[in-house]
């Protein structure tokens, strides 16, 4: 086998940088004022909007109904046209298409010329460059309803195209609209742009989203013109809503760890291990959410699928170690729990790294790649992917931790229950007088007894006892009170 890297050696720095991470998140959350949380958890409207060019508006005059839809992702592939015009007859309720395809036209008038002559009723008119690639035109979030109003097909941003903004400049348009965030969505010649506004206390939920929506168009186009500003999607959460929103996620949560423990606690013995991975998928979303609230990361929909997934990842991780250590638990008898553990995180280390780093690799493309709510789960994923591979190590040590105390527990509990070496509870006499006699040397015949007359004594005492025959005096019996007699044995087992 290869040579077991001592992890375990290094667990109390382990803890320390864990400890220290959260700390930095509370510190972050005090100073931040908690939080950044988005209209899916706090009461407000959220607004995606683009500022780009017109390139001609159309109007449909006459007793039926007729809309205009331009799709894309997925609906562009199956439909029929770039551009469709849909009449529904005023009679009979029936529909009819008109598509049109981008390449058949070489211009916008071109284009618009077709459209006029193709569906009976529609009239245009050019707004921007009559020459430009309808290629270039935006789709439209959802289809639009152009009967007896007219309404504004609008051009891709870039130079020369029109009005040119970055979000310095949308963000020193909006306080007038109170508190507000912003962010921007892709490159920034897209000009696309997210804002979010938060319900001030005491406004009228009922008219709220009408009146912020007036006021964020009335200030978009009086800055670049009417027609120039694409309203693409519009999000309203009320309280109620935010706040049933909040609770549910917490309970998801919560079931997801309690169901999480009692499986763990079937699967793995002592149930020790159980507790260890959950407190280290617990970890994972403490300093997820440490990361969030040091960079006002917001927090939705997106960031609460993110915490599930990577609970989910991490507890994965973790039981492939615990399993591997059950395994070595078997196959390395004797061997003390440290080395069972850090041996098993060894064997395990290079199978963590090559599923976190794949999985890491797709995360970071998805950051790159996207934006707005999925853009929030990649990033939260990156650092859950990263905490959940370090949580592997911090679930091991604290299952070493924990054995270690359980085990001066009760070496202490044997300690105070047999008395060993404990001075409150001596043992019994008669003990005392069999250990001591039994540990007591054998005389020696014919050797005078070191210390048994003092030299102090009188010469008729000494006299005496030189006088006495050797075979009748006993060898080696120190005097009561000297150092290895019975009653010095008996009273140190007592007192020390």
Do not use: C
Not at 338 to 357: A, K, M, P, Y
Not at 367 to 391: K, Q, W
């Amino acid at each position: 086998m290869k040579r077991v890297i001592r992890f375990s050696r290094a667990r109390y720095w382990f803890f320390g940088f864990s400890a220290l991470l959260i700390l930095i998140g509370i510190a972050g959350y005090i100073v931040n004022g908690g939080l950044n949380l988005g209209v899916d958890f706090k009461a407000g409207i959220e607004f995606q909007f683009q500022v780009a060019p017109a390139s001609f508006t159309v109007q449909y005059a006459g007793p039926d109904k007729t809309e205009i839809s331009i799709p894309a992702g997925e609906q562009a592939l199956t439909s029929p046209g770039d551009i469709i015009f849909t009449v529904t007859s005023a009679k009979n309720g029936s529909k009819q298409a008109f598509p049109f395809r981008y390449s058949s036209y070489a211009s916008i008038r071109e284009l618009t010329d077709a459209i006029t002559k193709g569906v009976a009723g529609v009239t245009v008119e050019i707004k921007g460059d009559p020459a430009a690639s309808p290629a270039e035109l935006e789709p439209l979030p959802r289809p639009a309803d152009i009967t007896n109003a007219p309404y504004t097909i609008n051009r891709a941003p870039g130079p020369g195209r029109g009005a040119e903004t970055s979000i310095a400049d949308i963000r020193a348009l909006l306080p007038s609209l109170g508190e507000f965030t912003l962010q921007a969505v892709g490159s920034q010649t897209n000009q696309e742009f997210i804002t979010k506004v938060p319900v001030p206390k005491g406004a009228s939920e009922a008219t709220f989203q009408e009146d912020t929506q007036k006021a964020l168009m009335q200030i978009l186009e009086g800055k670049y013109g009417a027609g120039q500003v694409i309203l693409k999607s519009t999000t309203f959460v009320g309280a109620r809503m935010a706040q049933s929103l909040a609770t549910q996620t917490i309970w998801l949560v919560l079931i997801a760890v309690a169901l999480i423990l009692l499986y763990m606690t079937f699967r793995f013995h002592p149930w020790i291990y159980a507790v260890a991975a959950v407190l280290g998928i617990l970890h994972d979303a403490l300093v997820m959410l440490s990361f969030d609230a040091v960079f006002r990361v917001e927090i939705d929909a997106g960031t609460i699928a993110a915490i599930l997934t990577i609970l989910g990842y991490s507890i994965n991780d973790t039981i492939v170690n615990f399993d591997r250590a059950r395994e070595n638990n078997t196959l390395m008898r004797g061997e003390s729990l440290r080395t069972i553990l850090d041996t098993s995180v060894t064997q395990t280390l290079s199978r963590t790294f090559i599923t976190s780093g794949a999985t890491l690799l797709t995360v970071i493309a998805l950051f790159i790649l996207t934006s707005g709510t999925i853009r929030n789960f990649a990033l939260n994923m990156i650092v859950g992917i990263v905490e959940g591979t370090y949580s592997t190590f911090i679930s091991a040590f604290i299952v070493i931790e924990w054995t270690k105390w359980r085990e001066g527990k009760r070496k202490t509990g044997e300690l105070k229950k047999y008395g060993i070496g404990a001075s409150e509870k001596p043992l019994l006499p008669s003990a005392v007088d069999e250990e001591a006699v039994a540990e007591e040397p054998e005389p020696e015949m014919g050797e005078a007894p070191a210390g048994l007359v003092p030299e102090s004594a009188s010469g008729g005492a000494a006299a005496l006892a030189a006088a006495q025959p050797a075979s009748s005096v006993p060898q080696n019996v120190p005097f009561p009170g000297q150092t290895g007699s019975r009653k010095h044995k008996k009273h140190k087992r007592r007192h020390h």
